[in-house]
């Protein structure tokens, strides 16, 4: 189990749609109480449509997207924001966005446009010029919201050699060497999915041999082992596993994708049946072991998370506006709802901070 001391702080920010509320507050923090895994809000920050937010790496910087294009934040001792400034994407609201390694360039997501875009970042986390944008091209293989490129989610490799952005609409994940000096892109190689499959969400294993990719239509999980071969980039498949029982996924979404800190879970999210479900990860093997599946009693979570002890899990459900709070028993294999649900309107996306003592 995840050891964490008693005098570990952590905050939350949780990220929402501010689009049809009569709040303007896209990114709300909460202290967090690891012991009793509940959130308390202790501040609200003034952005439109707050999506997705991504924590720098070095952990000193918070960035968002909005409507405007993303947003930079630097994350105060108490754990509350203070607003950098904010850049143009030149193009359509994206939906994810990401830093490489090094915290040198601030990578975006344009589900809208199907782009790819690149920005330098300042060493103060502030928000510079954009260095590249790509816009992926095609047509998929079925009518509706996916014949085209849907750019949801832009991951980089942990060794920061390659740039990878799942594309929902084109059922695959474009591979780019990344030139770290100049904040380019080039092609490298593609990752095939199945069709109508969807690939949502990404996320490597904390040694980064591993690549993960949840399907949003597929309702599935897949995993690569990852290895560059003096700069030729390769993926392949080691599982595939599902995230619903049902034989028809139509009418259920896989959604989340995140590992606990240790890196021993990996958390994941169904729409439709509005599950969690919650896989343990060998580090060795990068293979998933399901080890809960369980009701999270709200509609459509967008995203869930552990809490930093493993024992707690919280729950964004984006249709009925509101956070859920269960205890988890691995060995027991339950989940038991925990207090009472908090209103947020329409939630997206939970990061949690550990503080640095004084």
């Known amino acids: 189990m995840a050891k964490v001391s008693s005098n570990d702080s952590y905050v939350a920010y949780v990220a929402s749609y501010t689009s049809g509320s009569d709040e303007n507050y896209g990114i709300r923090i909460y202290d967090v109480d690891v012991k009793k895994g509940r959130l308390t809000e202790k501040e609200k920050v003034k952005i439109t449509n707050s999506s997705y937010i991504s924590l720098s790496h070095n952990k000193k910087f918070l960035y968002s997207i909005t409507d405007a294009g993303v947003e930079a934040y630097n994350i105060e001792p108490d754990g509350s924001l203070r607003f950098l400034n904010k850049a143009s994407i030149n193009g359509m609201r994206g939906c994810y966005i990401n830093t490489d390694q090094d915290d040198n360039f601030l990578v975006c997501a344009g589900y809208h446009d199907g782009k790819v875009t690149i920005l330098e970042l300042n060493k103060d986390g502030s928000i510079g010029k954009i260095t590249d944008e790509k816009f992926h091209k095609g047509l998929g293989t079925i009518a509706g919201r996916n014949h085209v490129p849907h750019v949801q989610c832009i991951k980089i490799t942990k ?10 609409g084109m059922d695959r994940v474009n591979v780019y060497k990344l030139d770290t000096k100049n904040g380019k892109i080039t092609d490298a190689d593609v990752i095939h999915c199945d069709q109508e499959s969807s690939p949502r969400h990404m996320r490597f294993s904390k040694d980064g041999k591993f690549l993960y990719v949840v399907f949003e239509q597929q309702c599935s999980i897949n995993v690569y082992a990852y290895k560059d071969n003096n700069g030729i980039p390769s993926f392949d498949e080691v599982q595939s596993i599902q995230n619903s029982e049902e034989y028809d996924t139509i009418g259920v979404a896989s959604s989340a994708l995140k590992f606990s800190d240790d890196y021993e879970y990996l958390v994941s999210t169904v729409a439709g049946e509005n599950n969690v479900i919650v896989y343990k990860a060998d580090k060795e093997t990068g293979l998933l072991t399901k080890k809960i599946e369980l009701p999270v009693s709200g509609e459509y979570p967008k995203d869930a998370i552990l809490f930093p002890d493993n024992k707690h899990i919280v729950s964004l459900n984006h249709e009925s506006n509101t956070l859920t709070f269960f205890n988890v028993d691995f060995d027991k294999g339950t989940l038991v709802m925990n207090g009472p649900e908090l209103p947020v309107d329409r939630p997206n996306c939970i990061v949690i901070k550990k503080l640095e003592k004084a």
């Open 159 to 168: 060794d920061n050699k390659y740039l990878l952005a799942a594309d929902l």
